[in-house]
């Protein structure tokens, strides 16, 4: 078995938002998919260790803003490499209240739903719900996964789904066919700078532009 | 509330297998997701209507293959726009198998599961499959919904989750910012023509590139 022919599978890049008491907050996810069409219900996966699980749990009620090729990458980072238990992630980001659940604005698309049935799985719930509200925001395309991981450059989290550790990587030779360069990636999100100046003239004050950490968490790989 | 919005979220474009004792079968299906990392599962979401729901649930076993940008269209309309009950599908498309499940040739990965959790809903299965095997087949992009639909012009049958009837697309405007033309459209997959030669000059023997179907069943529509 060969774990990166998953990757084929199509996805889109999203916030699963949803309220902690009076407090919004949500997490990146690419895995959602619409169920039915009538009632149109949507499923979501979310890690057991995303605080937003147990915020979904207990509300019964998530958002999904579905970001754009357009939306700030930032927004990635922002809700994908932190946690809500420990930041107020949505302090950071422009929002709107869709049926008392926060909205990422910077986004193509939204839905509000109701949680009406649920499975579990050793790492992941499935929450399904039947959309509340839904509507456009920004017309521009939907960011897809692959144009995250090929535009953008960023890698999963490691809960995430999609995650698969480097070392099985390496091992199935997906890194092979890269060429061999030395290459800058943020040791938070993964980010691969590629900008004209080289990594080691940046200013001091250069920031990851996916989860805004330091220069100084960037490590030097040669692939 | 917007139904349109929902078509923001990202898909790829699959066959879904199974066997009807020993007869393979299939259906076209959108909604696949992984849903752990380890062990892999994937979540698919398959109509009651589908014979291939009846299929799965009594074997307990499914594939996905994932269809390429050049995957022949035609394999969307065998398996998305007729029924397992009464067509052999297979029989028209190369296949090959895998874990003793039927795996479309003209795709670029695969997937082969064992049912391990499923969940319903009004109308859909949410099947969860442990993945047994899985590999990459063609070294080509995989087609994501959005390019099934601008690229090939294609459009939902009424089993998938995300189809919404034509009354509903024309009142949410979705369809008069599109020129206005005349167009001809397969009463069966919807298929749009946008051939060189003006429709009515094709030759008599002319067939629908997705669904197979003869010229009589082309519908003109003005837009």
Redesign the interface.
Known sequence: ??????F?????VYVVSSMDGDRPTGCTA??????????????I?INHNNFTNQCIEKTGKFA?S?LSEKSNPQIIGTFGFQSGREVNKFDSVAYEWKEDMPVVKDA????VCKVI???E????T?F?GE??????LEKE??M???YYHKVIKGKSPKN?????PDEILEKEGKKSGEEKTVKYVCGICGYVYDGETPFEELPDDFKCPICKQPKSVFVKKES
């Not at 193509?108 to 839905?111: F, G, R």
């Not at 799985?121 to 992941?124: A, I, K, L, S, V």
């Not at 959309?131 to 456009?136: I, M, Q």
């Open positions: 078995m060969n774990p990166t022919a998953l084929k599978l199509s996805y889109g690419n895995s959602a998919m619409q169920i039915t069409s009538s009632p149109a219900t949507i499923a996966s999904v579905v193509c698309a939204y839905m049935n649920k499975m799985t050793d790492t992941h499935i399904l959309v509340l509200d839904a509507d456009h395309e939907p897809t996964y692959a995430a789904p999609t995650y698969i």
